[in-house]
């Protein structure tokens, strides 16, 4: 079907089409619903070349993948928020370019997307404490999302994120309610903004119950599973062993699980452990019954929530610049009353 005679079957001229088809802010929404849904009915697709050369856009959205070994989208959360993206792209018409690089030349492939204007906009992933690539992507000019927020990070910025400060505070708040006083924290490396924030709302929650946070009870690094496990296992070793432990990832908390089974204690009962859980597509925290008590977020809507706000600046539309996500806390097997039994 060409574009003719779709607008001659909707009544249409070729350019509201047209215009409904590629975004057009002055497209009444109804219109545009319309379209959309006589173009996918009779198999329309416009013809992406085409459609750059009229809108004077690229029609694709930039990510940049660092490929250091410790960095960390290496896990599987940065393929489920991908996943939600490119589900949103390809309902706007949009494509996906990933740019794999060496960590030491990311800004630099920032820099070529503006040169080559081989995309609209960038998501920026793994946001880190003051980054210095904020002020870069505002001044060339570049329409930008970032997954996540920096701290202290002085211009303005559209953003997607999960409140993650209080994500941990209703979780350790959660471990003190069960009698839990000595409470350790697995966390990601706190270079990253994410990982600062679920610290301080750890240490918070610990503090309004004038329970001091103890430096020697507190973890960060690479969210491996041998992290977790590795962690577990000295944990476990010392003469005053926490009875909880909060951690920051499913998959180092597969690793403290695995530590704390190994030495024959049993999670929920002689130890306690929340972990932070992704609600990822194909890493699911049990079924019927969830395996761990988790606070719970969804990084695929994540991804489809940052794509669109992100196509909605590159086309002008009025839409939220700042969305703060919050997360379910979901009780499993793997948290119970503090055993007095092992506590001195």
Known sequence: MTLKELSDLLGLSPTTVSRALNGYPEVAESTRRKVSAAAREHGYAPNTRARSLATGRSMAIGHVIPISANHEMVNPIFGDFIAGAGETYSRNGYDMLLSVVPDDEEEDAYRSFLTKQNVDGIILHAPRHRDTRIPLLNSLGLPYVVHGRSSEATAPYAWVDVNNKRSFQRATDFLLDLGHTRIALVNGLEHMDFARRRREGYEAALLARGVAPDPNLMFAGEMTEAQGHDVARALMARPDPPSAILVSSMISAIGVR????????????DVSLITHDDELSYFRNGTDIPVYTATRSSVREAGQIAAQMLIDIV????????????TDLTVGLSTGPVNTDRVT
């Open 258 to 269: 695995r530590g704390i089974e190994e030495i024959g204690l049993t999670l929920g009962r």
């Open 315 to 326: 086309q002008n539309r009025d839409a939220p610049r700042e969305v703060l996500l919050e």
